[in-house]
């Protein structure tokens, strides 16, 4: 039993460590007005992953019905130029979006694949997947050649946390001060924009 016993806490200990190690590959890269950004180098791409976390006073069926609101969404994404629907199967829908970018840099749209998921505590994710090839390209713009990522909304009394996190591969070249920018901008502004009208 001793040995048993032994290996138990081994195992345990190990998972505690490596979950000790995942955490820390998140560096926070600023926290103000009650929103925290962090980000996370990804292996193999030369851009970070972004996971923005913040706490809304509202209502689950407030912020799910901003959410699945698929056009009017769009004025608290991101630099979102228009976003609308393309199908919707049960938990399953599919978005197309265009977004602006700064000159000289070419405007980019995407396709996602959003699967929601809810929890037996009531919460619900929806998972982000990029399904660049869904759609033919677009004359003006740069499809986004891989997104994932995910939102999660878990009720916390009169409360919601919201954590935001996305990995993104943009297409074609982005200069890095512009990737650096929009891996902050990106999280911190979408969670302010979303958390001022779950608010209201």
């Not at 193999?44 to 056009?71: H, I, N």
């Not at 978005?95 to 602006?100: A, V």
Request: glycine letters at 8%; aromatic letters at 8%.
């Amino acid at each position: 039993m001793g040995s048993l016993h032994r290996m138990a806490v081994l195992c345990g200990l190990t998972v505690l460590l490596a979950s000790t190690a995942q955490a820390e590959e998140w560096k926070t890269a600023k926290e103000e007005e009650g929103i925290k950004v962090s980000l996370s180098e990804v292996a193999g791409s030369q851009y970070k992953a972004y996971r923005g976390v913040t706490v809304m006073k509202t209502t689950m069926a407030k912020l799910r019905a901003l959410q699945e609101d698929v056009p009017g969404a769009c004025a608290w994404i991101h630099e979102c130029k228009t976003q609308k629907l393309l199908k919707h199967e049960g938990n399953q829908s599919w978005t197309y979006t265009q977004f602006n970018t700064p000159w000289p840099v070419t405007a980019r749209d995407s396709v996602l694949h959003v699967t929601t998921v809810e929890g037996a505590d009531g919460s619900l994710t929806r998972e982000l997947d990029g399904q660049p090839k869904y759609l033919p390209e677009e004359k003006g713009f740069v499809r986004v050649a891989q997104v994932k990522g995910f939102w999660k909304l878990v009720p916390k009394g009169d409360q919601v946390e919201v954590t935001y996190q996305v990995h993104t591969e943009p297409g074609g070249s982005v200069p890095s001060w512009l990737a650096n920018k929009f891996v902050v901008d990106a999280p911190f502004n979408t969670l302010k924009a979303l958390k001022e009208r779950a608010e209201k």
